[in-house]
């Protein structure tokens, strides 16, 4: 039997806020990130985030080993055009041939899209891209696509690209922007592992913080970052203070991981510190 419900408000307002959030701790009805159209962190992060929750499920007795639901990729055609659409093949193996994408002409079919993706238990979770701050993407509609999948159990992660901070019920709300990747062990000169700044600015159940995250051989590993009035070196808590403020950020530091396109061909753009595009 699968997983059919999540914590609601109630639960998660009277649940301790004392434990940070770590990968690993499983999904929530909806969350959302913020992030800006003019690299592909967005949607990266919230492939990995979703991926971590869904491995991390817990499993009833008697449910299959492995679970063959669909996983349901939203996008409006603005998404499309500022980001590209997913790239199939480089996918994680266990989702590459589940996939099933949505091309929304308004912003209106994609919030009709993504209630009705998360209301099908045949699905194990749902992405959306929505760019700026559509007047249909409210609280009623924010609230509705949470008590959707409350109800139904199918997490979902909205992408809102170049978006504001606007009233929303979503459980947890991410502003993301690129990492410098580590380098690779053997070979120096390859690219790196995608990497991601993230700033947990509002969750029910966790206190803020910002993570740089990353991937490790399937797996989402964080590691804490310093908090703004610390200290802070190059990827602090303040890098982050535009997304989702209606502000774009790409500084040297934050350029997009090279390896990136492997997963999402149309997704990269690099550009120079004035903000020319040079390549992609």
Same mark, same amino acid.
């Given at each position: 039997?699968?997983?059919?419900?999540?914590?609601?408000?109630?639960?998660?307002?009277?649940?301790?806020?004392?434990?940070?959030?770590?990968?690993? &701790?499983?999904?929530?009805?909806?969350? *959302?990130?913020?992030?800006?159209?003019?690299?592909?962190?967005?949607?990266?992060?919230?492939?990995?985030?979703?991926?971590?929750?869904?491995?991390?499920?817990?499993? *009833?007795?008697?449910?299959? /080993? *492995?679970?063959?639901?669909?996983?349901?990729?939203?996008?409006?055609?603005?998404?499309?055009?500022?980001?590209?659409? =997913?790239?199939?093949?480089?996918?994680?193996?266990?989702?590459?041939?589940?996939?099933?994408?949505?091309?929304?002409?308004?912003?209106?079919?994609?919030?009709?899209?993504?209630?009705?993706?998360?209301?099908?238990?045949?699905?194990?979770?749902?992405?959306?891209?929505?760019? %700026?701050?559509?007047?249909? &993407?409210?609280?009623?509609?924010?609230?509705?696509?949470?008590?959707?999948?409350?109800?139904?159990?199918?997490? &979902?992660?909205?992408?809102?690209?170049?978006?504001?901070?606007?009233?929303?019920?979503?459980?947890?709300?991410?502003?993301?922007?690129?990492?410098?990747?580590?380098?690779?062990?053997?070979?120096?000169?390859?690219? %790196?592992? =995608?990497?991601?700044?993230? *700033?947990?600015?509002?969750?029910?159940?966790?206190? =803020?913080?910002?993570?740089?995250?990353?991937?490790?051989? %399937?797996?989402?590993? /964080?590691?804490? &970052?310093?908090?703004?009035?610390?200290?802070?070196?190059?990827?602090?808590?303040?890098?982050?203070?535009?997304?989702?403020?209606?502000?774009?950020?790409?500084?040297?530091?934050?350029? =997009?991981?090279?390896?990136?396109?492997?997963?999402?061909?149309?997704?990269?753009?690099?550009?120079?510190?004035?903000?020319?595009?040079?390549?992609?």
């Amino acid at each position: 039997m699968i997983h059919d419900a999540f914590d609601t408000a109630a639960d998660l307002t009277t649940a301790t806020h004392a434990q940070r959030w770590a990968p690993g &701790l499983g999904a929530v009805a909806q969350s *959302e990130i913020f992030a800006s159209s003019r690299e592909g962190s967005g949607v990266g992060a919230a492939l990995a985030l979703a991926l971590d929750a869904w491995r991390c499920r817990p499993r *009833e007795e008697g449910e299959e /080993a *492995e679970d063959r639901r669909a996983v349901v990729w939203v996008q409006t055609r603005a998404a499309v055009k500022a980001g590209g659409r =997913p790239f199939r093949a480089g996918l994680p193996p266990e989702i590459r041939n589940r996939l099933i994408h949505v091309l929304a002409e308004k912003d209106e079919d994609a919030l009709f899209a993504l209630e009705e993706a998360v209301r099908c238990r045949d699905v194990a979770f749902v992405i959306g891209e929505v760019v %700026g701050s559509p007047r249909a &993407l409210d609280f009623t509609a924010s609230r509705r696509l949470t008590l959707a999948a409350e109800k139904h159990g199918v997490p &979902l992660t909205l992408v809102r690209l170049d978006g504001t901070r606007d009233l929303s019920s979503a459980r947890q709300r991410w502003a993301v922007n690129a990492a410098p990747s580590a380098r690779p062990k053997w070979n120096r000169a390859a690219p %790196g592992a =995608p990497a991601w700044q993230a *700033e947990l600015f509002r969750a029910r159940s966790h206190p =803020p913080g910002t993570w740089r995250l990353s991937e490790d051989g %399937g797996r989402l590993l /964080a590691t804490p &970052l310093p908090v703004r009035g610390e200290d802070t070196q190059a990827g602090s808590r303040s890098d982050l203070a535009g997304v989702g403020e209606g502000r774009s950020i790409l500084s040297d530091a934050a350029a =997009p991981s090279p390896s990136f396109a492997s997963s999402f061909g149309a997704s990269v753009a690099i550009l120079s510190a004035d903000g020319e595009r040079v390549l992609g």
